[in-house]
């Protein structure tokens, strides 16, 4: 994996501020902290998704961030 310091600033905008993410997605910033967390330090990780997340009107740019996700781990 390579660009983490460029991949690092462009997701340290305020745009991707957990208190953002959680007003956008319903979920609580205590359960995306704790979330993280296990993807961060889980033995075993890994990420599934159906065909609803293929044809959402974000697909692509859904699935590269699940990507990025893996790749950073």
């Known amino acids: 994996?390579?660009?983490f310091a460029a991949f690092?600033?462009?997701?340290?905008?305020?745009e991707f501020a957990v208190e953002r993410v959680a007003t956008e997605t319903g979920?609580?910033?205590e359960t995306i902290h704790w979330?993280?967390?296990?993807?961060a330090t889980g033995k075993a990780v890994s990420?599934?998704?159906?065909?609803?997340?293929n044809?959402?009107?974000?697909?692509v740019r859904t699935i590269q961030a699940m990507i990025?996700?893996?790749?950073?781990t």
Do not use: C, D, H
């Open 8 to 14: 690092a600033e462009f997701v340290a905008r305020p």
């Open 35 to 39: 979330l993280a967390g296990k993807i």
């Open 68 to 72: 990025n996700l893996a790749l950073l």
């Open 55 to 59: 044809q959402g009107y974000e697909a």
């Open 47 to 53: 990420f599934w998704w159906t065909m609803g997340v």
């Open 1 to 3: 994996t390579s660009g």
């Open 27 to 29: 979920l609580s910033a």
